[in-house]
DNA sequence: AATATCTACAACCGCGGTCCA
DNA sequence: GTGGACCGCGGTTGTAGATAT
């Protein structure tokens, strides 16, 4: 079983004066003890009731402080180590439609706690936002994470399994592609994969609107009620037909190497076509690494630019 | 080597919703 | 209907470790 070892010596925490006062409730980094305590009582007992748990546990912590240590950190299910590309691109693309419910985006990611996906979010995503001096909520910085770091990263994903191959699928329009295995448990539905989808949707570049009506997926699914993720879409926000996914409703998505023009007219193809140099090719939000820089100060320079002059 | 700054993430807080007596 | 207990969510803070100066 692991345990973080920063409360090994927690103790001197800056709130360990609260396990003095009235309440005699502890605060702060949990001990080894605590947790043990926690792991032992919830395989016991089973988890919830979380108030009444803490006190016949014995813990001298909040119901809430145990529901929090036991969801985000001590559950056996819970993910740990770095965010995938593919769930880099399915926290981007959820986070689009649903803005801040990152327990509802968690639901998406098996393993993953609503916890660590605020704080990726907050830590790389808004990290570039301000590094480009705009809002992270602006349509600016969407349009941004929309038209140009999802595709490269739909790209990096490619170029990665590429490499790695475990399967290969020939999309509708007569590209090959390589699939990946990757699984996500959609709430209410079955597991599936997601990213292979995805990818589909960025390699046909045959699909236009007028011929993909009444289109099925490429598993011969409909796909009116729930889009490439087994997600149901309920706003015509987005419109994904066939091998393609339409942004917006009015803004197909070529080929990642086509360039990106938005329904403003932002023109991403000056970036991309600085995107050859080493640096770029360290992607957006890294992959959990250290490479976390995707830009460079050229292309900063010209998002700045771009937004300034919106 | 020392100090300052940054980053990542665990944990806390407040609020609103739900349940139940 | 009402009030208290509890739960879950999203925002925020604190801090250890990493990195830069």
Redesign the pocket.
């Known amino acids: 079983m692991e345990v973080?070892?920063?409360?090994s010596?927690?103790n001197?925490?800056?709130?360990s004066q609260?396990s003095e006062d009235e309440s005699d409730l502890?605060?702060?980094?949990?001990t080894v003890e605590e947790?043990l305590t926690l792991i032992n009582y919830i395989a016991t007992h089973g988890?919830?009731?979380?108030?009444?748990?803490?006190?016949c546990a014995g813990l001298k912590?909040?119901?809430?402080?145990c529901?929090?240590?036991w969801?985000?950190?001590?559950r056996p299910d819970v993910r740990?180590?770095?965010?995938t590309l593919e769930e880099q691109l399915l926290i981007l693309e959820l986070h689009s439609r649903?803005?801040?419910?990152?327990?509802?985006?968690?639901?998406y990611l098996p393993g993953r706690?609503?916890?660590?996906i605020?704080?990726?979010w907050?830590?790389?995503v808004q990290?570039h936002a301000k590094q480009l001096k705009c809002d992270v909520n602006s349509k600016q910085f969407k349009d941004t994470m929309r038209y140009l770091w999802m595709p490269r990263l739909v790209e990096r994903i490619q170029a990665a399994n590429a490499g790695h191959p475990t399967a290969t699928a020939t999309t509708s329009g007569g590209s090959t592609s390589t699939t990946t295995t990757t699984t996500t448990a959609t709430p209410g539905h079955h597991a599936m994969t997601y990213s292979d989808n995805f990818i589909h949707a960025q390699v046909n570049s045959n699909f236009t609107p007028e011929n993909s009506a009444n289109s099925s997926d490429s598993f011969g699914t409909q796909i009116s009620d729930f889009d490439y993720y087994g997600i149901p879409i309920n706003n015509n926000q987005d419109y994904i037909q066939g091998d393609q996914v339409y942004y917006g409703g009015e803004n197909p998505l070529s080929s990642p190497n086509c360039g990106y023009i938005n329904n403003q007219g932002m023109d991403y193809q000056g970036i991309d076509a600085n995107y050859n140099t080493q640096e770029q090719q360290q992607w957006p939000f890294?992959v959990?690494d250290?490479n976390?820089s995707l830009w460079n100060v050229e292309d900063i320079y010209m998002l700045q630019q771009q937004f300034s002059n919106m």
């Open positions: 973080n070892m920063r409360t010596n927690n001197k925490s800056s709130n609260s502890r605060r702060g980094p949990w947790d988890e919830g009731r979380w108030n009444s748990l803490a006190r912590r909040t119901g809430k402080s529901r929090l240590r969801l985000n950190y001590l740990r180590g770095n965010i649903w803005g801040n419910r990152w327990s509802k985006i968690a639901q706690t609503d916890n660590e605020k704080n990726y907050r830590t790389r990290k890294g959990g250290t976390d």
